[in-house]
């Protein structure tokens, strides 16, 4: 069964920093990955959707990176805002099956 | 990027009552959709996979009297907690696969409280 690991499980970081998220998972035979992220008491936001024959996508400020042979996704935040201040979630796509990190709660001091 | 909506956002009912939540693809159609119950700083836990026309496909230990799911449209899956009792208080999310790359789109969520 896929397993999806996120770390860290929380981070702090001054604004205007740029910062890396991680996603592991141990199952390299994927549809696709995908990022997320969850304000307080909202549903997720989709970020950033990579295809399994990609290796990045980028939107703005955010940067995604796949490797699938060792089962890895980064999320790269630039020059971070406290608008940031969430948590994040990958999730992993295997046929019609989604598995679902534990998220980086992530918080940007101004 | 496509649209899901869920309504309620908030309800707040006494034990023993049932509540529909409704979750709507607003511009694509969706032959398959997922409902969650998200606890307190915790990730998705998948309840049950949805799919138009057919029987929803629940999780181990998700009750099937107890959670109905009826999916009877490309564009419109419900969830009826049945009978609800304080314990099923609960945020639950409903998600749709797009038709475009296979991306997974998220209603807002439904925050239940069962007094």
């Known amino acids: 069964k896929q397993e999806v690991t996120q770390i860290p499980a929380a981070l702090s970081v001054p604004e205007g920093e740029n910062l890396v998220l991680n996603c592991s998972f141990t199952?390299?035979?994927?549809?696709?990955l995908q990022w997320f992220r969850q304000d307080p008491g909202k549903g997720l936001t989709s970020l950033l959707l990579?295809?399994?024959?990609?290796r990045e996508q980028t939107s703005g400020r955010l940067n995604a990176s796949l490797d699938k042979s060792s089962g890895r996704s980064t999320l790269y935040i630039a020059a971070s805002q406290p608008g940031d201040s969430a948590t994040y979630l990958c999730?992993?796509?295997?046929?019609?099956?989604?598995?679902f990190g534990t998220g980086t709660s992530l918080t940007v001091i101004p | 990027g496509a649209v899901v909506s869920q309504h309620p956002s908030r309800v707040i009912c006494k034990s023993g009552t049932s509540v529909k939540i409704e979750c709507r693809s607003l511009?694509?159609?969706?032959?398959?959709m997922f409902w969650y119950r998200q606890f307190p700083k915790q990730s998705l836990m998948l309840m049950a996979t949805s799919n138009e026309g057919s029987k929803a496909t629940y999780e181990q230990g998700v009750e099937k009297d107890k959670f109905l799911i009826n999916h009877a449209s490309l564009t419109l899956s419900t969830l009826t907690v049945t009978s609800a009792h304080p314990e099923d208080s609960s945020f639950y999310i409903c998600?749709?696969?797009?038709?475009?790359?296979?991306?997974?789109?998220f209603g807002e969520g439904s925050r239940l409280t069962v007094l």
């Open positions: 199952d390299s035979a994927i549809y696709n």
């Open positions: 999730a992993v796509r295997t046929g019609n099956q989604f598995y």
């Open positions: 998600s749709a696969i797009g038709t475009s790359g296979g991306e997974l789109f």
């Open positions: 511009d694509f159609q969706a032959t398959t």
């Open positions: 990579i295809q399994s024959s990609q």
